[in-house]
């Protein structure tokens, strides 16, 4: 269908139109000059009559396009067929923004990789319906235009509003399942902890406000709603007792609330994951005797070191220098039990090695950077270890469990192993290893290599970050911007567990140093006086700090018979000895026994906390920081005792009652000394505390 210009337009030099299947052609002397694809008009093309001949023009409020001197021969049925359509490709426009809106906004959390897709479809709209408003809403259905004008609702274009409108949204949607998922209702960041699901995100759960509930209900909403199976989501736990807790409750809430599970979602350690990436490359899984017992892996260590030292007094002589490093003194040991002091620090130099994957000029570095010397030729002694520690295995054809990581890691990143998890979730991130975090990387970045875009969504605690000596960088949760890129945040703040004199007190402790995270606890439980107790340790009497725990215990069952108690302590000798006295007092009945690291995830009616005392093997102890092992260790930050601050909170926070603290008063504890403090709101319930506040202050 053919529109030709009039004598007018012909002296003009106007083309002639012609209609085709998809587009208008314009036509100089039947040579075609361009072409209108009629995909991409926004409104109806409208007929005008003029003087000079007809006009076929699309009109808009900012722009309108206008053709001329046209004959009048054909200009109308050109218009309807047109209109017909520009009005079937305007319907599919719609139709893909409605669909691109509701999956990216609606449906699921808007990421940061959708920003300029997104971006560009609000803008383009709102460009669109401003300029031909008139003609959409003549030709488009009551609900289409309502459609429109919510998308246009965020007009300017804000991620944060986006988010806030999916939020809002989903919280009212799913009001029902975060009601009851839970024993409890989950709190209102709970529930937005479960609903975030950006490219990266991490929940900063403090001590006893739900992150488990958390991953259970987020790993059941996103299979409720459909926005995942269960093959498609991974959930990384620390150790294999939480990956079975994991495990449990979500099969049970699954089935409480009627969510089929075809499969179960994957969920396990980060070694059982490093098991099967090896085992579905036709990789060794064989784990080599020296992973499961230390006692063999020491043997071989003093033998390597007997062999290594024969007949060469100047290795001999480094061992000693670096055993004195150790100590931060000159070793006085010798014959059997220098054998035994020396295998032990080469057994955590080794750890340490294997885990922060250190070569002999990472260990040269850290050394030097330490302070300690000779660097140089430590380096080399431990270079010389690793190598035959790795030869050892590879004669026993066998790996380690640092092996599973790194071995599984390099698969990963060559394409031998093709992760498809849409949604990965890792608990307790605050703990994890520079090895773990590049196993993440790389699921990650492999999936999205394969056109699967991963959500990874961490949650921990960085005031819980107590496992360094075991590889833990506390640096890839503060700094996790740094490391994974833009993200978004939920802290979970409210909690059941304890009162507020205990989150007020633990609160402000953990905060003395810059470095964490700030959060500002709410409790459900409230009280007006403090909670946390300050107690001497009878000081004159041999022993004292267990005749007053005693006393704790007695009072406790005498007011509250059937609560429960945990003695918690810094080092394992304390608590045996805790637990020998109050057996011959017949007291230990319902009393839990733990170190500070081992209660972390636990929690009683009352704690008791002992050990507060100065020195090496005190609480915090003085000079643990320095070291060889120190050094080779996952970098810390310089808040004096930062490790061991987080354990005091661990502590603290175990207790959903009141907390007990009792001191060394002849050598005091430096964190006694500061609770002490006034801005500390504890109670001081001995005389001999009382005098040392007054001294200090």
């Given at each position: 269908?053919?529109v030709?210009?009039?004598f007018?337009?012909?002296?003009?030099?106007?083309?002639?139109?012609?209609?085709?299947?998809?587009?208008?052609?314009?036509?100089?002397?039947?040579?075609?000059?361009?072409?209108?694809?009629?995909?991409?008009?926004?409104?109806?093309?409208?007929?005008?009559?003029?003087?000079?001949?007809?006009?076929?023009?699309?009109?808009?409020?900012k722009?309108?396009?206008?053709?001329?001197?046209?004959?009048?021969e054909?200009?109308?049925?050109?218009q309807?067929?047109?209109?017909?359509?520009?009005?079937?490709?305007?319907?599919?426009?719609?139709?893909?923004?409605?669909?691109e809106?509701?999956?990216?906004?609606k449906?699921?959390?808007?990421?940061?990789?959708?920003?300029?897709?997104?971006?560009?479809?609000?803008?383009?709209?709102y460009?669109?319906?401003?300029?031909?408003?008139?003609?959409?809403?003549?030709?488009?259905?009551?609900?289409?235009?309502?459609?429109?004008?919510?998308?246009?609702?965020?007009y300017?274009?804000?991620?944060?509003?986006?988010?806030?409108?999916h939020?809002?949204?989903?919280?009212?949607?799913?009001?029902?399942f975060?009601?009851?998922?839970?024993?409890n209702?989950?709190?209102?960041?709970?529930?937005?902890?479960?609903?975030?699901?950006?490219?990266?995100?991490?929940?900063?759960?403090?001590?006893?406000t739900?992150?488990?509930s958390v991953?259970v209900?987020?790993?059941?909403?996103?299979?409720?709603?459909?926005?995942?199976?269960?093959?498609?989501?991974?959930?990384?736990?620390?150790?294999?007792?939480?990956?079975?807790?994991?495990?449990?409750?979500?099969?049970?809430?699954?089935?409480?609330?009627?969510i089929?599970?075809?499969?179960?979602?994957?969920?396990?350690?980060?070694?059982?994951?490093?098991?099967?990436?090896?085992?579905?490359?036709?990789?060794s899984?064989?784990?080599?005797?020296?992973?499961?017992?230390?006692?063999?892996?020491?043997?071989?260590?003093?033998?390597?070191?007997?062999?290594?030292?024969?007949?060469?007094?100047?290795?001999?002589?480094?061992?000693?220098?670096?055993?004195?490093?150790?100590?931060?003194?000159e070793?006085?040991?010798?014959?059997?039990?220098?054998?035994t002091?020396?295998?032990?620090?080469?057994t955590?130099?080794?750890?340490?090695m294997?885990?922060?994957?250190?070569?002999?000029?990472?260990?040269?570095?850290?050394l030097?950077?330490?302070g300690?010397?000779?660097?140089?030729?430590?380096?080399?002694l431990?270079?010389?270890?690793h190598?035959?520690?790795?030869?050892e295995?590879k004669?026993?054809?066998?790996?380690?469990?640092?092996?599973?990581?790194?071995?599984?890691?390099?698969?990963?990143?060559?394409?031998?192993?093709i992760?498809?998890?849409?949604?990965?979730?890792?608990?307790?991130?605050?703990?994890?290893?520079?090895?773990?975090?590049?196993l993440?990387?790389?699921?990650?970045?492999?999936?999205?290599?394969?056109?699967?875009?991963t959500?990874?969504?961490?949650?921990?605690?960085?005031?819980?970050?107590?496992?360094?000596?075991s590889?833990?960088?506390l640096?890839?949760?503060?700094?996790?911007?740094?490391?994974?890129?833009?993200?978004?945040?939920?802290?979970?703040?409210?909690?059941?567990?304890?009162?507020?004199?205990?989150?007020?007190?633990?609160g402000?402790?953990?905060m003395?140093?810059?470095?964490?995270?700030?959060?500002?606890?709410?409790?459900?439980?409230?009280?007006?006086?403090?909670?946390?107790?300050?107690?001497?340790?009878?000081?004159?009497?041999e022993?004292?700090?267990?005749e007053?725990?005693?006393?704790?215990?007695?009072?406790?069952?005498?007011?509250e018979?059937?609560?429960?108690?945990?003695?918690?302590?810094?080092?394992?000798?304390?608590?045996?000895?805790?637990?020998h006295?109050?057996s011959?007092q017949?007291?230990?009945?319902?009393?839990?026994?733990?170190?500070f690291?081992?209660?972390?995830?636990?929690?009683?009616?009352?704690?008791?906390?002992?050990?507060?005392?100065?020195?090496?093997?005190?609480?915090?102890?003085?000079?643990?920081?320095?070291?060889?092992?120190?050094?080779?260790?996952?970098?810390?930050?310089?808040?004096?005792?930062?490790?061991?601050?987080?354990?005091?909170?661990?502590?603290?926070?175990?207790?959903?009652?009141?907390?007990?603290?009792?001191?060394?008063?002849?050598?005091?504890?430096?964190?006694?000394?500061?609770?002490?403090?006034p801005?500390?709101?504890?109670?001081?319930?001995?005389?001999?505390?009382?005098?040392?506040?007054?001294?200090?202050?």
């Amino acid at each position: 269908m053919a529109v030709r210009p009039n004598f007018a337009g012909k002296l003009f030099g106007k083309p002639t139109l012609t209609l085709t299947k998809e587009n208008l052609v314009f036509t100089h002397r039947g040579r075609k000059d361009r072409y209108l694809p009629l995909a991409s008009v926004r409104t109806l093309f409208k007929v005008k009559k003029r003087f000079l001949g007809d006009e076929l023009r699309l009109e808009g409020v900012k722009t309108t396009v206008r053709y001329r001197f046209l004959k009048s021969e054909n200009v109308e049925a050109l218009q309807a067929a047109a209109n017909k359509i520009i009005r079937r490709h305007l319907k599919a426009y719609l139709q893909a923004v409605f669909t691109e809106f509701n999956d990216s906004v609606k449906l699921q959390y808007p990421k940061d990789s959708q920003e300029e897709a997104l971006r560009s479809l609000i803008d383009s709209l709102y460009r669109d319906y401003s300029n031909y408003q008139a003609d959409w809403q003549s030709m488009l259905s009551a609900d289409a235009i309502a459609a429109v004008k919510d998308i246009l609702s965020l007009y300017p274009f804000d991620m944060a509003k986006l988010r806030s409108y999916h939020e809002q949204m989903q919280l009212k949607a799913r009001c029902g399942f975060f009601d009851t998922v839970e024993s409890n209702p989950l709190t209102t960041k709970q529930r937005l902890a479960v609903l975030r699901s950006n490219d990266r995100n991490m929940v900063l759960a403090a001590a006893g406000t739900g992150k488990t509930s958390v991953m259970v209900a987020k790993t059941l909403d996103l299979i409720d709603r459909a926005l995942a199976k269960p093959q498609d989501i991974l959930v990384l736990a620390y150790n294999r007792s939480a990956s079975l807790e994991l495990k449990a409750r979500l099969l049970d809430k699954a089935q409480t609330h009627a969510i089929k599970l075809d499969t179960e979602p994957q969920i396990g350690t980060f070694h059982a994951l490093g098991r099967q990436i090896l085992q579905e490359a036709g990789r060794s899984t064989q784990i080599s005797v020296f992973a499961e017992n230390s006692a063999e892996l020491k043997m071989w260590i003093a033998q390597w070191m007997h062999e290594y030292t024969a007949e060469d007094a100047a290795r001999k002589q480094l061992l000693i220098t670096m055993l004195s490093v150790q100590e931060g003194r000159e070793t006085q040991l010798s014959g059997q039990a220098l054998i035994t002091a020396a295998t032990e620090l080469l057994t955590k130099a080794l750890q340490a090695m294997r885990v922060e994957g250190l070569n002999r000029t990472g260990v040269s570095k850290r050394l030097t950077e330490a302070g300690i010397k000779p660097a140089g030729k430590i380096a080399g002694l431990l270079s010389a270890l690793h190598k035959d520690y790795v030869n050892e295995l590879k004669r026993q054809d066998c790996i380690d469990f640092d092996d599973l990581i790194t071995r599984a890691t390099e698969l990963v990143e060559k394409g031998t192993f093709i992760p498809r998890w849409k949604y990965i979730l890792v608990d307790e991130f605050q703990d994890i290893s520079a090895s773990r975090m590049a196993l993440i990387t790389a699921l990650v970045d492999r999936a999205k290599a394969n056109g699967v875009a991963t959500s990874l969504t961490v949650v921990g605690d960085d005031w819980q970050s107590v496992y360094r000596f075991s590889g833990g960088k506390l640096s890839l949760t503060t700094r996790f911007g740094k490391v994974a890129g833009s993200y978004t945040e939920t802290k979970l703040q409210k909690t059941f567990r304890y009162n507020n004199s205990i989150a007020d007190t633990a609160g402000q402790f953990i905060m003395e140093n810059p470095e964490q995270f700030r959060k500002s606890i709410d409790t459900h439980t409230k009280t007006d006086t403090p909670q946390i107790f300050l107690l001497d340790d009878k000081p004159g009497k041999e022993n004292g700090v267990y005749e007053r725990i005693a006393e704790v215990v007695s009072k406790i069952r005498s007011n509250e018979p059937e609560s429960t108690v945990a003695v918690i302590a810094r080092y394992n000798f304390l608590l045996d000895e805790a637990k020998h006295a109050l057996s011959k007092q017949n007291l230990n009945n319902n009393v839990r026994f733990w170190s500070f690291h081992k209660s972390k995830g636990l929690e009683a009616d009352h704690c008791i906390l002992i050990g507060f005392s100065g020195g090496k093997n005190g609480f915090p102890g003085s000079g643990r920081e320095d070291g060889l092992i120190e050094a080779l260790l996952p970098s810390s930050d310089t808040y004096p005792h930062a490790e061991e601050r987080r354990l005091m909170y661990v502590g603290l926070t175990r207790a959903k009652h009141k907390c007990y603290i009792i001191a060394d008063i002849v050598s005091p504890s430096e964190f006694v000394t500061e609770l002490l403090c006034p801005k500390y709101n504890v109670s001081v319930a001995s005389a001999a505390i009382s005098f040392m506040k007054s001294a200090e202050f």
